[in-house]
């Protein structure tokens, strides 16, 4: 028998049902969350499944309702905050960086913040400056914090269920474009550990490391590498906080080589946490110089013209690991097949948004 | 509307609903080309608002909106081709490209920005006002607002400092009666008015017919005598309704989310229709004017698209251009 295939949407809504079928303290809010569109598919029917005081709609009113939702937390319930964008939770740094991150440890342990705070990284058609932001480097920073940013169906509804049942705060970060993306997805309850990477791809060569979407771009990559003979190694950097550092530098060990792929920035992000572990731990491994491959250090563009520009892609890692290897580029990495359009998730989307 | 000067202003705030109409009309018309490569938000059916807001202001007042503000930029005397070159992401666009039709922005005509995080150009626009304050002119400030950025806890922490100062600022607040999909029923209490938000703060607060251009241009000539004058900022909440989905060119009424008996009743009171019987019953209906108008408004809107769908996209390598100032 095949194993069962769904999309990545339906895999978080699947994790939804079976924690808020287990566990009745379990809750799901936010803007949208019961809406007919179901917050991209990833809550369709819950509401009519679990009822209205379960699954539920709210104000627009991001930072105070991350307070409420923490202060039912402390009080016995298990909720999940959803905003489509993390752009609009960018409203709660506060109560998620200051509050929620802290208190279990500020008040010596004696109190617990089991929350799950949901965020959708937009991109493509015009997301542009204000609702595309990266910003999952910002949540790995902070202690007290969990970070989860899973890149398959499999770990997008395992690592929910996680996240859902501990009892720290966790911000799961879902990027825009993988909620179609099907893959393998077991039926009833499991759980992905927080805190572990997954080996996407084994190989000797060279060291991939990739988070969240740009894993897709990676294992492109990895298997383009392969017809020239070079075995890529890709790690799916799914949890940035816990951060499982021997998975990386057990890798590096052993191919000496190094490029990270991130989908957000550069500067003082994930991409240089990676490259600062190996230069403390393994540093004797490197044959040479890491590379890094993430988004140009300026705010996401709008017109297609640009955004076409801006956004890494398979190429870009293979181009990346070549300068590794000292091999001669390859203008044709960055060739685009004809008919591609740049700036749409998969060929069926039309907008608007 | 006896006089010639009432008769203008009908037919100027007629005129300008329409010019509104008819550019939102076009891009849901041109939307599934492809070219408008970015969400739309269209004010179809909410046109009074920006209109009787629009020809109350003071050409050197400043206005600032949100996720969907056309309709304001355009009556605030925003240009037309900038904004549809905006829209298909080309250089000559409002933004050079780098942020569409969410984003838009007429330094010239005072129109200040427009950004689609809601609630966030509201504490931005009372600045305006407080710049004003500082350095003594007498421009006022307007703030346009859907009706759930009541709901942030910005637009409070706004309108308690813009009435501590009794800045020259006025939130004009479209109460469409949804925020995407959600009514207000599952966002603000039954019981509660949302002007009541801003009497809190002590703010000079209206209701409007939001359906109606007459009335809100009243009501805002007033809030803007008010305002400039010093005596506080004001808050007009006009009810109105959006006839097309919260996001995008088509109508949405099948979905689930509201009926089409609703959308039905309030299209019987669409403001243009609506008004152009108040104007013939009045007898200032003036047909070749009208007509005339029509004709014009339908040309610069198609050389609007033919020189946006013309018009250069930024160079590739201007990606990391306006970082820094
Ligand atoms: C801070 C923030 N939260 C959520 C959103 C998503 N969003 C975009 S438009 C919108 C509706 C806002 O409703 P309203 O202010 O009433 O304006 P309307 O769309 O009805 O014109 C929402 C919630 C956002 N853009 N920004
Ligand atoms: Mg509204």
Redesign the pocket.
């Given at each position: 028998m095949t194993p069962r295939e769904i999309s990545y949407a339906e895999a978080i809504r699947e994790g939804f049902a079976t924690a808020l079928e287990r566990d009745p303290r379990v809750y799901l809010i936010g803007?949208g969350v019961p809406d007919p569109k179901g917050f991209f598919g990833t809550t369709t029917g819950l509401q009519q499944r679990f009822g209205a005081d379960r699954v539920m709609d709210m104000p627009?009113s991001?930072n105070g309702m991350t307070g409420i939702v923490l202060g039912s937390a402390l009080n016995g319930m298990r909720p999940v905050l959803n905003h489509?964008r993390l752009d609009?939770a960018l409203?709660s740094m506060d109560q998620v960086c200051t509050q929620a991150a802290k208190w279990h440890y500020m008040f010596g342990g004696r109190m617990k913040m089991p929350v799950v705070i949901r965020m959708i990284i937009g991109r493509g058609w015009g997301q542009g400056p204000q609702h595309s932001q990266s910003l999952h480097s910002w949540f790995a920073h902070i202690a007290g914090l969990k970070v989860a940013m899973p890149a398959t169906a499999h770990d997008a509804k395992g690592m929910l269920i996680a996240a859902i049942e501990d009892d720290n705060p966790v911000v799961f970060l879902e990027h825009r474009w993988l909620h179609h993306v099907t893959g393998h997805v077991p039926e009833g309850h499991y759980t992905v550990p927080l805190g572990s990477a997954r080996l996407a791809r084994p190989g000797k060569d060279v060291t991939i490391v990739a988070f969240s979407y740009m894993v897709l771009e990676a294992l492109d990559a990895a298997a383009r590498l392969a017809q020239a003979g070079i075995e890529a190694e890709v790690l799916d950097y799914r949890s940035l906080r816990p951060l499982d550092a021997g998975t990386l530098l057990a890798s590096v060990r052993k191919t000496g080589r190094l490029v990270v792929a991130d989908a957000g920035w550069a500067a003082a992000g994930m991409s240089a946490e990676m490259l600062a572990l190996v230069a403390e731990h393994a540093h004797g491994s490197l044959v040479a110089a890491p590379r890094r491959v993430c988004l140009p250090d300026c705010p996401t563009p709008t017109s297609p013209a640009l955004a076409d520009h801006y956004y890494p892609r398979a190429g870009h890692i293979v181009a990346a690991v070549r300068e590794t290897l000292g091999l001669r580029a390859d203008p044709s990495d960055l060739a685009v097949s004809a008919g591609v359009e740049l700036d749409k998730p998969n060929p069926a989307f039309t907008g608007p948004f | 509307m006896s006089s010639s000067v009432g008769a203008d202003l009908g037919l100027r705030l007629y005129e300008l609903m329409l010019r509104i109409r008819l550019v939102e009309e076009a891009i849901a018309d041109r939307y599934a080309e492809q070219r408008m490569r970015c969400p739309v938000?269209l004010s179809i059916g909410q046109e009074a608002v920006a209109a009787g807001v629009g020809l109350a202001l003071r050409a050197d007042d400043l206005a600032m909106g949100?996720?969907?503000s056309h309709a304001h930029y355009l009556a605030k005397g925003g240009d037309l081709r900038a904004m549809i070159a905006e829209m298909h992401g080309r250089e000559s666009g409002c933004c050079r490209g780098r942020g569409g039709s969410m984003h838009l922005v007429d330094l010239a005509a005072g129109f200040l920005g427009a950004v689609?995080?809601?609630?966030s150009t509201i504490p931005i626009a009372v600045g305006l006002a407080f710049g004003e304050h500082l350095q003594k002119r007498d421009r006022v400030a307007v703030a346009f607002?859907?009706?759930?950025?009541t709901e942030?806890g910005v637009f409070h922490e706004s309108a308690n400092f813009a009435s501590l100062h009794r800045l020259p600022v006025v939130f004009v607040c479209?109460n469409?009666l949804?925020?995407?999909y959600s009514p207000l029923s599952v966002r603000q209490p039954a019981h509660c008015e949302v002007l009541d938000q801003a009497r809190g703060h002590g703010l000079l607060a209206h209701p409007g017919d939001g359906n109606d251009p007459l009335a809100v241009h009243a009501l805002m000539t007033d809030a803007l005598a008010h305002a400039r004058a010093r005596r506080g900022p004001v808050f007009l909440e006009l009810k109105t309704y959006?006839w097309r989905e919260?996001c995008g060119p088509a109508f949405d009424n099948h979905i689930g989310y509201r009926t089409e008996a609703e959308f039905l009743a309030w299209k019987e009171r669409d403001p243009i229709a609506t008004f152009e019987k108040k104007l013939r019953a009045g007898g200032v209906f003036d047909e070749v004017r009208v007509a005339r108008f029509i004709e014009r408004q339908r040309a610069e809107i198609a050389a609007a698209f033919a020189a946006a769908q013309a018009a250069p996209f930024p160079a590739a390598a201007t990606l990391m251009d306006h970082v820094y100032a």
């Amino acid at each position: 028998m095949t194993p069962r295939e769904i999309s990545y949407a339906e895999a978080i809504r699947e994790g939804f049902a079976t924690a808020l079928e287990r566990d009745p303290r379990v809750y799901l809010i936010g803007l949208g969350v019961p809406d007919p569109k179901g917050f991209f598919g990833t809550t369709t029917g819950l509401q009519q499944r679990f009822g209205a005081d379960r699954v539920m709609d709210m104000p627009c009113s991001e930072n105070g309702m991350t307070g409420i939702v923490l202060g039912s937390a402390l009080n016995g319930m298990r909720p999940v905050l959803n905003h489509q964008r993390l752009d609009f939770a960018l409203l709660s740094m506060d109560q998620v960086c200051t509050q929620a991150a802290k208190w279990h440890y500020m008040f010596g342990g004696r109190m617990k913040m089991p929350v799950v705070i949901r965020m959708i990284i937009g991109r493509g058609w015009g997301q542009g400056p204000q609702h595309s932001q990266s910003l999952h480097s910002w949540f790995a920073h902070i202690a007290g914090l969990k970070v989860a940013m899973p890149a398959t169906a499999h770990d997008a509804k395992g690592m929910l269920i996680a996240a859902i049942e501990d009892d720290n705060p966790v911000v799961f970060l879902e990027h825009r474009w993988l909620h179609h993306v099907t893959g393998h997805v077991p039926e009833g309850h499991y759980t992905v550990p927080l805190g572990s990477a997954r080996l996407a791809r084994p190989g000797k060569d060279v060291t991939i490391v990739a988070f969240s979407y740009m894993v897709l771009e990676a294992l492109d990559a990895a298997a383009r590498l392969a017809q020239a003979g070079i075995e890529a190694e890709v790690l799916d950097y799914r949890s940035l906080r816990p951060l499982d550092a021997g998975t990386l530098l057990a890798s590096v060990r052993k191919t000496g080589r190094l490029v990270v792929a991130d989908a957000g920035w550069a500067a003082a992000g994930m991409s240089a946490e990676m490259l600062a572990l190996v230069a403390e731990h393994a540093h004797g491994s490197l044959v040479a110089a890491p590379r890094r491959v993430c988004l140009p250090d300026c705010p996401t563009p709008t017109s297609p013209a640009l955004a076409d520009h801006y956004y890494p892609r398979a190429g870009h890692i293979v181009a990346a690991v070549r300068e590794t290897l000292g091999l001669r580029a390859d203008p044709s990495d960055l060739a685009v097949s004809a008919g591609v359009e740049l700036d749409k998730p998969n060929p069926a989307f039309t907008g608007p948004f | 509307m006896s006089s010639s000067v009432g008769a203008d202003l009908g037919l100027r705030l007629y005129e300008l609903m329409l010019r509104i109409r008819l550019v939102e009309e076009a891009i849901a018309d041109r939307y599934a080309e492809q070219r408008m490569r970015c969400p739309v938000h269209l004010s179809i059916g909410q046109e009074a608002v920006a209109a009787g807001v629009g020809l109350a202001l003071r050409a050197d007042d400043l206005a600032m909106g949100g996720h969907r503000s056309h309709a304001h930029y355009l009556a605030k005397g925003g240009d037309l081709r900038a904004m549809i070159a905006e829209m298909h992401g080309r250089e000559s666009g409002c933004c050079r490209g780098r942020g569409g039709s969410m984003h838009l922005v007429d330094l010239a005509a005072g129109f200040l920005g427009a950004v689609p995080i809601v609630g966030s150009t509201i504490p931005i626009a009372v600045g305006l006002a407080f710049g004003e304050h500082l350095q003594k002119r007498d421009r006022v400030a307007v703030a346009f607002m859907g009706e759930a950025a009541t709901e942030e806890g910005v637009f409070h922490e706004s309108a308690n400092f813009a009435s501590l100062h009794r800045l020259p600022v006025v939130f004009v607040c479209e109460n469409n009666l949804y925020s995407v999909y959600s009514p207000l029923s599952v966002r603000q209490p039954a019981h509660c008015e949302v002007l009541d938000q801003a009497r809190g703060h002590g703010l000079l607060a209206h209701p409007g017919d939001g359906n109606d251009p007459l009335a809100v241009h009243a009501l805002m000539t007033d809030a803007l005598a008010h305002a400039r004058a010093r005596r506080g900022p004001v808050f007009l909440e006009l009810k109105t309704y959006r006839w097309r989905e919260h996001c995008g060119p088509a109508f949405d009424n099948h979905i689930g989310y509201r009926t089409e008996a609703e959308f039905l009743a309030w299209k019987e009171r669409d403001p243009i229709a609506t008004f152009e019987k108040k104007l013939r019953a009045g007898g200032v209906f003036d047909e070749v004017r009208v007509a005339r108008f029509i004709e014009r408004q339908r040309a610069e809107i198609a050389a609007a698209f033919a020189a946006a769908q013309a018009a250069p996209f930024p160079a590739a390598a201007t990606l990391m251009d306006h970082v820094y100032a």
